[in-house]
């Protein structure tokens, strides 16, 4: 009992800091390139480190890299632990878009709007995306959600007061019996004639062929 109440006291000292440990840890290793910035555990920084760990992610937000400033200044403004993977990924999504995003027609001009929206997605989030302009209020985008051979695309809206957000009602997926690659491959919109079951002349469940 002495030996357990010794060995309680000594883990309770001031300078056996676990969260300062940590945050310590994850910085050598994310300062070494051992951990990318999307495996980097911003939500334990932010919120399991204590202190220290948002003290790591302050001094993040200083750094000279653009990357790392937006990162991890996301993760700190995230109201709760939930929340910072989400708004890292976004941060993340939106930094490299420019890489990663297609356009068809080929050099059309996106806006401001439509990128922020399509940032927020998840859609560029794990490689190539591309989106396909059908007309001034509403646009396509495709790409793949995980890294497999499924192909996921929605639509996007602008609405009356021009801001543009992801239809929630339309999402496809498809699984190609080859690995697209949106970023290189022949991208175009086709009428396609389908069928769909009607009640009281209303659409019910999904066309099907």
Known sequence: AIGLCGLALFLALPILDFGAISAQSQMARYAAGRVPADEFDWRAMAFDFGPSGRRRLIELARSSSPGQRKLASAALA??????????????????NLGTRLR??????????????????????????CVVTLVDNRRAVIAGP?????????????????????????????????????????????????????????????????
Request: proline share 7%.
């Open 145 to 209: 959600l995980i890294k497999d051979d499924t192909v996921e695309s929605a639509v996007l809206e602008r609405d009356a007061k021009g801001v543009w957000s992801q239809d929630i009602h339309s999402r496809f997926v498809a699984k190609p019996s080859f690995r697209p690659n949106v970023g290189t491959a022949p991208v175009e919109l086709r009428t396609v004639e389908r069928r769909q079951l009607f009640v009281d002349g209303k659409p019910v469940g999904e066309a099907f062929e």
């Open 78 to 95: 995230s109201k709760n632990r939930y929340d910072v993977e989400e708004q890292v990924r976004k941060t993340d999504s939106a930094a």
């Open 103 to 128: 356009v068809i027609p080929e050099g059309s001009a996106l806006p401001p709007d439509l990128m922020s929206s399509i940032a927020a997605t998840r859609y560029c989030r794990v490689g190539p």
